[in-house]
């Protein structure tokens, strides 16, 4: 599977901002969709379900450090499975450290706002192929720091975003895929 770094694409969401955001970035994949079911709501759910033990032992260490300097952290979730069972992708919905912000059939923004800095995570199905069945999957994030904090915050952050997200793209189309 061939991981490609992109742009914002022209229809997402978060398009008519992208000259406010102080670090955007973008990767994309295609994959199958054989019985033209796959929607945003799949994809935000297979982006919850289809991470790397790694990154979740990453966020847990972020949690740890972030928590002392008073920033959002994703808490401690008792029962994800049952969270993820009955996660609907619906507007205002929580995963983690993840909220839904918005969503259209092809697009899921997730995010969040803290004192640090604003992020959003566009997952982008393109359904622009001559093959009905086959489609790309753009993964974009976008980040607009609120302080020197953010700033600083993002320094350490951004080499593993760089690894974390390709990873994610990957497990999210094998999942889809199976």
């Given at each position: 599977m061939k991981i490609s770094k992109s742009t914002l694409p022209n229809h997402s969401i978060l398009?008519?901002?992208?000259?406010?955001?102080?670090?955007v970035d973008s990767f994309e994949s295609v994959f199958i969709d054989r019985n033209s079911t796959i929607t945003s709501t799949?994809?935000?759910?297979?982006?919850?379900?289809?991470?790397?033990?790694?990154?979740d032992t990453l966020f847990a260490f972020r949690n740890k450090l972030v928590g002392f300097f008073g920033l959002k952290t994703s808490g401690i979730i008792a029962d994800r499975q049952k969270m993820l069972d009955s996660f609907k992708g619906e507007k205002g919905e929580q995963m983690g450290l993840f909220k839904v912000l918005d969503k259209t059939p092809d697009e899921?923004?997730?995010?969040?706002?803290?004192?640090?800095?604003?992020f959003r995570v566009s997952l982008f199905i393109d359904r622009q192929s001559s093959d009905p069945t086959t489609k790309k999957l753009i993964i974009s994030t976008t980040v607009k720091f609120n302080n020197w904090f953010g700033?600083?915050?993002?320094?350490?952050?951004r080499p593993f975003h760089k690894l974390i997200v390709p990873t994610m793209l990957k497990g999210i189309i094998k999942h889809i895929e199976n």
């Open positions: 398009k008519p901002d992208e000259k406010t955001y102080d670090y799949t994809i935000g759910k297979s982006f919850f379900m289809s991470g790397p033990k790694w990154v899921m923004i997730l995010g969040e706002d803290d004192k640090h800095l604003n700033r600083l915050y993002f320094l350490p952050v």
